[in-house]
Each structure stands twice: as C-alpha cells, then as structure tokens.
C-alpha cells in the first residue's frame, strides 16, 4: 500500500471526519472533474483525429446501485495513466483550502469544505471506499486506484477497455444522524444535478427504470428503461439574465473561484457588434488573502463558445481592475488560438476595452445607489484604484477619478472629489488634503485648526499611495490639490502676508541661529500665522512632502535616501515667539536648548520620530528643575 502525501492525508482526514452538513457536494465535484476531463479529450480531438469520438458522444453517466451501496460515476473523458493515478490523486493539486485552514486555525466553524473545491477527496465525506478505475487516452492498460481511508491507497491494472475513467463511491452506512442513503435514491441524485452542476457543458445521464403503457392493451404496463439527461447543458453566462437567481449567481462564483462568501457585486453581461461576448464577473466581497502579494494573479477565464481556452488571461483585466474574477465566453476567437497569438488579438483588445468600460460603470452605479456597499468595495480595493492612477503616469485619470473616495474633515465620512467640489466655498480656488497615518493624527496637525476654524474641508490621505496619487492627477475638474503642510499654503490676505514677511526679514538672524542649533534636519525657519493654538509645526518646501518622505524611505532599498525639505514654522502670535526674540538678545546659550526642543516639539506633533530622544529628555528635565 501507498502513503498519501502529508498535505493529502490530512485534507483526507479532514473529509473522512468531516461533521459539514452539506456533504452532498461531493457529486458536484466528481461531476466537474469528470467533465474537465472531457473538455481535454474534446480540445485534444479538435487538433487529432486519432481521438476518434465525436462532440456529441462526450458524456458522463450515473449508475446507482441501492444492495451494494454504491455511486458510479462515469466519463469518456481523457482518463488517467498510471503515473497519473499515483500523481493526481495520491498528492492534493489545490492546496488552496489546507492553506486557508492554517490561516484561520483559530476560527471555527469556518465553512471551508463547501465553498472551496475541495476536489476528489470530498467523496470520502460519504463513502468508505472509493475505487477509481481509468484508461488513459493512447495508453493500452487500465489501471485501477482504490482506498478506504488515510492509511493510504493501492494502484493494480484492472480491465477496461473504452478511454476514460469509472469513479465508484461506496457510500456510508447510515448513522444516527446521517442519513447516507439518500444518496443512492435517484430523485435526490437528479436534485442534485439540477442544483450544482445543471451549467455543465457536457450530458449528465442516468437510466430510469420506469412503466410504460403497452400500446393496443388499454390497462397494461410494461418495465422499460428510460435514459435522462439531468442538466440542462446551458453555462450559466449563457442564460437569460431574468433565468438566473442571485443564489444560482453566488453558488457558482464561491465554487469557481474559491470563495466562501458571496461577492458583492454580480456583473453579467453580453454584448453584441464589433465583438460578440458574454461575460460574467465578480467582485469579491473581501480583499482575497493574497491580494496585494506578488503571488496574486490577475486575469479572467476565456471561453471559446463554451469551451476553456485560458484559465486566466491577464489581457482581459486592466491592473486597476484586478480584482474583479469572472469569465468570458466569445463566438470570435479561434479554439485553437496560442497565448503568444492571443496577446495581439485585437478581437481580445476590444473585449477588454468593452469589460473595462462596463466594471467602471457598475462601480459608478453602486457608489451611486449603494453606498455603504461602496464604501465596503472601497476598503478592500480603493487602494487599487489609486495605483491605476498613480502607476498609468494620470493615463487612467479620467476613467478613475470619479470612482475614489477619500474620508474628509468635515463629517469624517467618506466624500468623492465631485463632492467635494460642488461644497467648496466662494473663496476657496483648491482641493485641501493632509496625510498622516490615521484620520485622528492628522486631525492633530497643528496646520488643521485654523484651516477647519476658517470653515474649510480637508481630505485625510491615510494610505501610503493617496498623495502620489493626487500629485499624479495634478488637479480634479481645474482645482489644483493642495497639501496643508505644504510651507506655501496660506490662507491670509495679503496685508497679512506682508506683514509676516517684514516680521521674518526682520529676524532673519535669529532663525540662522535657531536652524544652527538645530543642524540639518531643517532647511528654514521662519515665523508663520497659520497656526492657532498650536506653538510650532513642520512643514515642507518643494515637491516631497513630509509623507511621501516617510513612504518612500520605507520602500527596501530607499533606506534615508529621500529627504523632504523641512521648514520649522513658529507660530508668531504664540508667546513663545516673543520669548525667543528676548533670548536671542540676552541668552544664546538658552535659545539653543530651546531651538532643539521646539524642533522635537513639531516633530512628536506631526508623527515623526526624535533624533535624538535621550537628549530631548535631558533637555525637558533641565527646564523642570529651574
Ligand atoms: P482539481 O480537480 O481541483 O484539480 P481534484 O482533487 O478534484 O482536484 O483532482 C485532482 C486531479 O485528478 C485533477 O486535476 C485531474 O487531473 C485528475 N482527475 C480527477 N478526476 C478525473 C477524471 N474523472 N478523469 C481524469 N482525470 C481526473
């Protein structure tokens, strides 16, 4: 006998002892592995004749047999050799749904078995043994694949002589609270069928035993056999919109791409013209594990009428839109089309423009109509979308602008920049924003109280990308986006402003001294009127801001490469502006102190960190102690 790989024996054991009340969806998954295997042979016979069987012969059969308790499922489909057998169901292929158990060890009654394709192994939920017969195509020997559990499984050549493979289930005894039976009543298999795997593509049959009259003998019935397909053959992206629940909608997203919630938003589509599609997409309701890691891949499924060409075309999705999972299916590209062809289709490049322009328009109607849903979207991928502005060089601009978001001063809600906009006073020329790590430190910038005071909305840039992205779009509708800690932002007259200028030029000297004290971490210091209550505060001059500094210093490799220039604004209607004048007059040796204490001061304010905390701490003790 064979060991199961570690990972497999223990998705095993988890199926084996699985209390998951939805067991039925072991069929679901025999039945899909079954009809992918088909789609193989069937791909494969497009381009060889050897394969020898014809589109409409494809099928997959039930057999149900109630005194020996057991399920056949049967396919004509690429079969498995004996490698094949030892490979594909001796090591678990997806391990998508181990890793998410390690991840969410700690949560229980986390419904992973239902919702992820747990794949072949979930027949073990419902059977005790489970023996899978399969003759390759283009082998000349079948072999037969059998186990009863975690101990492992053994592989011995069987008789077989049609292409294809024989999944035969031994079903459970019933217990007290599983009723196991019922899966070997042909009613509930047919249920079944028509609620998982109604879209697959290729028949599903199963043989009826029923009566039937005996025509010319009124009253007299004789037993036939009766052949039924149960599905009815139509993917669900082909369907009528009005055809299709939300339930039908939600189930066959969580089972295709993995989820275990619903998505939150369902976008299907078809359109007809210059290309001729049907799609069907989604967005996740969560951010996907994986998501912002290097291991995530972007890109739709591409069906040719009806048939899997690519599992994940990375042409179909714009970046900005990487997180929409979904499908399409086109009458216009050629089955046999290669990857290297396909990236220069312009059938492909059309379809793609099309889907971009359509997930932009949902976005638009949901933050329209459903706003809370939005702002959930947003969290999970506005971040997303500001790279797609900040990486295009402002190239998506325009298709991304109305679909960000950003929390503002005012009611500390979200608010879009067309918001924003329409609510700005008569005398405000741009759009004010203020970066900091959370919407509460930078509510505690020094800069914000007078420009609140003066009855003014502030966007609060919390994420890294936020203000590359605004500096990237430049301006929204003609209003430019101003930085409140910019060193150039004001909001005086200009009799203010000339004042303030004389009151700096007259002090020139002392800033000299005060930036001396202080060393390189600033480039001025001046006095400043935009402060209310607040003593101090920094600001920067040019084009890096103090946040951006932050940002980029923490990129790996960038390490203290970046400087924003810094200016230490005093605020001059504070008392210690006059305090400081008198010392420069009678006591340089105190002005110093004092210097590197109110630099500290605006650096603990604005978030950053002090370069030399030991000495700030000598420095505050001395002043206690006077
Ligand atoms: P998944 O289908 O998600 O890859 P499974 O555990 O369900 O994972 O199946 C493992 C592999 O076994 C499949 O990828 C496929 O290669 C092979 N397989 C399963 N069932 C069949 C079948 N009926 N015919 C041919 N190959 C099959």
Redesign the pocket.
């Known amino acids: 006998m064979k060991q199961f790989k570690s990972e497999s024996k223990r998705l095993m054991d988890m199926m084996i002892n699985s209390i998951y009340t939805h067991k039925e969806i072991f069929l679901r998954?025999?039945i899909?592995?079954?009809s992918?295997?088909?789609d193989?042979l069937y791909f494969r016979s497009l381009t060889d004749q050897s394969v020898g069987i014809n589109a409409g012969d494809f099928e997959i059969t039930i057999e149900l047999d109630k005194q020996n308790r057991t399920i056949l499922?049967s396919?004509n489909?690429?079969?498995?050799s004996e490698e094949?057998?030892d490979?594909?169901?001796g090591t678990?292929?997806?391990s998508g749904s181990l890793a998410f158990k390690n991840e969410n060890e700690k949560t229980e009654n986390v419904d992973i078995i239902g919702q992820f394709?747990?794949?072949?192994?979930?027949a073990f939920m419902v059977s005790d043994k489970v023996v899978?017969e399969?003759l390759?195509f283009g082998a000349d020997k079948a072999y037969r694949w059998s186990s009863s559990g975690a101990e492992g499984y053994t592989i011995e050549p069987c008789d077989k002589d049609t292409v294809?493979?024989?999944?035969t289930m031994h079903i459970k005894e019933d217990n007290g609270d599983e009723k196991y039976s019922e899966y070997l009543d042909q009613y509930k298999i047919s249920e079944l069928i028509k609620k998982y795997s109604d879209y697959i593509r290729h028949p599903i049959k199963m043989a009826f035993e029923t009566k039937k009259a005996v025509e010319g003998k009124e009253g007299e019935f004789e037993d036939v056999t009766e052949i039924r397909t149960l599905n009815s053959m139509i993917p669900l992206w082909k369907k009528k919109k009005s055809e299709v629940k939300d339930e039908d909608y939600n189930n066959f997203y969580k089972e295709k791409f993995f989820d275990f919630e619903d998505p939150a938003k369902i976008i299907h589509t078809s359109t007809e013209g210059q290309a001729t599609f049907n799609a069907l997409m989604f967005i996740p309701a969560r951010t996907p594990f994986d998501y912002y890691t290097k291991d995530y891949e972007k890109g739709l499924q591409l069906y040719s009428r009806g048939v899997l060409i690519m599992d994940k075309c990375a042409d179909l999705l714009p970046d900005h839109f990487s997180f929409v999972k979904g499908l399409v299916d086109s009458e216009d590209l050629s089955l046999n089309i290669s990857r290297e062809m396909l990236q220069h289709d312009g059938q492909l490049k059309l379809i793609a423009k099309t889907l971009e322009k359509k997930i932009k328009t949902e976005l638009e109607k949901m933050l329209k109509n459903e706003r809370e849903a939005y702002e959930k979207f947003f969290k999970s991928f506005g971040v997303q979308l500001k790279f797609g502005i900040y990486n295009g060089y402002g190239m998506n601009k325009d298709l991304l602008k109305d679909l960000l978001i950003f929390v503002s001063s005012s009611e500390k809600k979200y608010v879009t920049l067309k918001e924003y906009k329409e609510r700005m006073k008569d005398t405000q020329n741009d759009i004010y924003y203020a970066c900091g790590e959370t919407v509460e430190k930078i509510e505690m910038l020094p800069q914000c109280d007078s420009v609140k005071e003066k009855g003014f909305e502030v966007l609060y840039l919390t994420e890294n990308v936020d203000e590359f992205a605004l500096k990237m779009m430049a301006d929204y509708d003609g209003k430019k986006f101003v930085n409140i800690c910019d060193e150039q932002f004001d909001l005086e007259s200009e009799d203010e402003k000339k004042a303030l200028e004389q009151k700096n030029t007259d002090n020139k000297e002392m800033f000299e001294e005060i930036k001396n004290a202080i060393g390189d971490s600033v480039n001025a210091v001046r006095f400043t009127s935009k402060l209310k209550n607040h003593p101090v505060c920094l600001t920067s001059e040019g084009g890096i801001s103090l946040e951006m500094e932050k940002t980029l210093n923490s990129m790996p490799g960038n390490e203290q490469g970046i400087k924003a220039q810094i200016v230490l604004e005093i605020n001059a209607e504070h008392p210690i502006g006059e305090k400081i004048i008198s010392l420069y007059k009678d006591d340089k040796e105190t002005l110093k102190k004092y210097s590197k204490l109110l630099y500290d001061e605006a650096c603990l304010i604005g978030g950053r960190s002090l370069n030399d905390p030991a000495e700030h701490s000598r420095l505050v003790s001395e002043l206690m102690i006077k």
């Open positions: 998954e025999i899909s592995n079954a992918d295997a088909i193989k499922v396919d489909g690429c079969g498995m094949e057998l490979k594909n169901l678990i292929a997806k394709g747990v794949g072949f192994y979930s899978v399969s390759a294809g493979t024989t999944v």
